[in-house]
């Protein structure tokens, strides 16, 4: 399949696996992050969503955390499976309005 | 299907050349943002607009436009194009004020200048 990034970090697991993605954002006045999941040669796609107001959010086989003492957010995701392997990225929020600022996104490699 | 539709899928074209990309947004979203993919930077945002007026930019070129028509679609103009303009251009759709949740995005464009 396509390639989204040439240099993309990338996590490799093994089916069943937990699955840990990271990220650091870059402003701290973000008040609304998002980990976006994008498949070869589709659009991203909504996972789970968190407020500053929270540190955990949990939702089907995925919890996002929040650490906004060292702006650091993390995506779990429970017993991963083949379909599983994608691009993630997480993105912020800051302010009024709607814009979101990606980050660079993490390849996910589930290996059989 | 998200809901929102792009159009075209791909489209192959020489530098200099001018094209627009098109976006419908999901049913009742009135914002339509533009961002572009490219291998090395990752998912960049160009331009939001809201119920038919610019509302927020980024890191879009003089060479590049946009709107959004009264019937909420919206259109990317790219001309003067450049090797480097060879990206993958999404289109996003979202409910301005609902203070929760992200875009829906489209499937993007596959724009490659040759």
């Known amino acids: 399949g396509e390639s989204v990034g040439l240099h993309l970090p990338t996590l490799s697991v093994q089916e069943g696996d937990n699955s840990i993605i990271n990220c650091a954002y870059s402003?701290?006045?973000?008040?609304?992050f998002i980990w976006y999941k994008q498949e070869s040669g589709k659009g991203p796609q909504f996972i789970i969503d968190?407020?500053?107001?929270?540190d955990k959010r949990q939702g089907q086989r995925v919890t996002v955390l929040l650490n906004k003492t060292v702006k650091h957010l993390s995506l779990q995701i429970a017993a991963t499976q083949p379909g599983d392997s994608a691009v993630y990225f997480c993105?912020?929020?800051?302010?009024?309005?709607?814009?979101?600022?990606f980050g660079t996104g993490t390849q996910l490699k589930v290996e059989l | 299907d998200s809901g929102v539709t792009q159009t075209p899928k791909h489209l192959i074209t020489a530098t200099g050349q001018r094209v627009t990309l098109r976006c419908s947004p999901r049913s009742g979203d009135l914002s339509v943002y533009w961002y572009q993919q490219s291998l090395d930077q990752g998912l960049q945002f160009l331009i939001q607009y809201y119920n038919g007026e610019e509302r927020a930019k980024g890191n879009i070129l003089e060479r590049f436009s946009a709107q959004q028509f009264p019937d909420l679609h919206s259109e990317l103009n790219l001309s003067s194009l450049e090797l480097g303009d060879s990206a993958l251009y999404f289109c996003?759709?979202?409910?301005?004020?609902?203070?929760?949740?992200?875009?829906?995005f489209g499937s993007g464009t596959r724009l490659t200048v040759v």
């Open positions: 996003a759709s979202s409910v301005v004020g609902q203070g929760r949740g992200g875009y829906t």
């Open positions: 968190i407020r500053s107001n929270m």
């Open positions: 402003n701290s006045a973000s008040d609304y």
């Open positions: 993105a912020e929020k800051t302010g009024g309005g709607n814009k979101l600022t």
